[in-house]
């Protein structure tokens, strides 16, 4: 069974960084896709940084610039550095994962929580001004 377990939240000041985690365990796919999502309270989910099987990355246009989405496959962990963050920025943050023949077959986008079946239990990060 896969599990995904994030880490790495927290309180944190404006204009400071952060780099969450999410480990990965129990996939034998071939090839695994991944994002990173929030969740504001009053406020949908949504994507903000993906990579798909050979290592590209989308992120979300708010965020370009700032998240930084990678992926150590020898730990089979997934990362999100943060810079410069913004009260805008507290929220859940969820890792996804999806190994089916949309990840393998491409294109990925990655943003859309439709396209993940293997979701995290969320880190928080709350951001203070």
């Known amino acids: 069974q896969v599990q995904l377990v994030e880490s790495g939240g927290g309180s944190v000041q404006a204009r400071g960084s952060l780099v969450l985690s999410c480990a990965t365990s129990g996939y034998t796919g071939r090839s695994i896709c991944m994002g990173w999502f929030r969740q504001s309270p009053g406020k949908q989910r949504e994507g903000v940084a993906s990579?798909?099987?050979?290592?590209?990355?989308t992120y979300r246009d708010s965020v370009r610039g700032r998240f930084t989405i990678s992926k150590d496959n020898a730990e089979n962990t997934l990362y999100l550095r943060i810079n410069s963050l913004k009260p805008e920025d507290t929220a859940i943050y969820y890792c996804?994962?999806?190994?089916?023949?949309?990840?393998?077959?491409?294109?990925?986008?990655?943003?859309?929580?439709?396209?993940?079946?293997?979701w995290g239990q969320g880190t928080q990060v709350t951001v203070s001004s």
């Open positions: 990579i798909d099987s050979s290592g590209t990355t």
């Open positions: 996804a994962a999806e190994g089916g023949p949309d990840c393998y077959a491409g294109p990925w986008y990655g943003l859309g929580s439709y396209e993940y079946t293997i």
